[in-house]
């Protein structure tokens, strides 16, 4: 969005583009907040198809109503709208628990974690080479084309054109709700904290406020939600800004060849190693052991302006690549437990209010990425944590903060023998 809000000419200065492209990005999350618990009910209530299908339209038409805007206004207003209509997280999440057999709900689960972290980083990438394609393919596409006089169009087209495939595709999507009942003894053993034999994946209480194995997870789920967010809008942010700002003064172009990259990854790792990963440590210690690698990967950021050519590509590409891998296992890991710890028929609200939640944490996370990557512009002289190394600093303490909370007495598991009330 840096680009796009740099054009919309709202911002007095370079520094401040930031706060408005933090305010731009955290639109559909307001969005989302507020909805997503309604969707959650409704997709129990009707079914998990409608919603999904209806989330997937939303997509198709409003993303491409976002590239035709001309006016800062404009685009907030169609982002909002997306992610009020959008409720497509809290239904995906249960129908992948719901579609596959125990032994591979890790997989599901991942497979959902990883489309949205593969979103995250191949949406940026997409951008980078697509935007303003009027300038950097002229053979291709003329000034006065639509694409030259809507020079953010392209991409968000080519979002849309997906997302309509997908809508397609679903015709042939089985409905879960009113075929998949949970037995009430069906247990299944889960690695989890070192003091517990196992964990059941088994149905809790009738209330969800009043199950505590699944409000416990909310604080990791949220704080891992707020660090992603703010990683990815800091991310792009820091590559583009001018070295003497502290960034690495990288083309849209760059940025996106890294983002693409770290998107591949993904993949890889999910397809082959996620498996094996949760296999051996389990949901909780393979959340811990990724979010404590997140945290180093994430501190060698700020030393990346001292290199150059070759071995910052290397140290950037690399870095980028594994702190993709650890977020997808970390949020996977808690999204496991939640869905572990709720009957089938609430698993759609549990995760609408959890998404609520997780969405008002990713709200607030571009705009205080956008506040606080401004300040460091105007604060790189500082002798103190100069400005770069002070925005990373302040993303290793949300994600510490949400590694404490995978820990006792903050992370409660249902104790052996437990069955739904």
Known sequence: PFLQVRDFHVAKTEEDIGSYAGFLASSYMIGRAFSAIFWGIVADRIGRKPVIVFSILSVV?????????????????????????????????????????????????????????????????????????????????????????????????AVSLLAAIVLISCIWMPETIHKHKSPEKDIQKVKALPSEQSYLDSPRKKSLLQNWPWMSTMVSYCFFGLHDTAYSEILS?????????????????????????????????QLIIYHWVHKFLGPVISSRVAS??????????????????????FALYSAAMMRSVVAITASTGISLLQNHAVRQDQRGTANGISTTAMSFFKAIAPIGA????????????????????????????????GLMFTFEPFLVLPTVGEECS
């Open 370 to 401: 956008g506040y606080l990557f401004s300040w460091a512009q105007k604060h790189q002289d500082s002798t103190f944590f100069p400005g770069d190394q002070m925005v990373f600093l302040v993303l290793n303490l949300v994600q510490l903060l």
């Open 292 to 313: 404590a690698l997140s945290i180093l990967i994430v501190s060698t950021y700020p030393f990346m302006t001292y290199l150059s050519g070759a071995k910052l590509s």
């Open 237 to 269: 942010l820091w590559a583009v800004s001018d070295r003497k700002y502290g960034g690495l003064s990288f083309s849209s172009e760059d940025i996106g060849g890294v983002l693409a990259v770290a998107g591949a990854s993904l993949l890889v790792y």
């Open 61 to 157: 038409i409003f993303n491409t109503l976002f590239g035709l805007s001309t006016e800062y206004w404009m685009a907030i207003a169609t982002r909002l709208v997306l992610g009020s209509l959008n409720g497509l997280l809290a239904p995906i999440k249960a129908y992948a628990i719901e579609v596959c057999q125990a032994e591979h709900h890790a997989l599901g689960l991942s497979v959902v974690n990883t489309a949205w972290g593969f979103g995250l980083v191949i949406g940026p990438a997409l951008g980078g080479y697509l935007a303003q394609p009027a300038e950097k393919y002229p053979q291709i596409f003329s000034k006065e084309s639509v694409f030259g006089r809507f020079p953010y169009f392209l991409p968000c087209v």
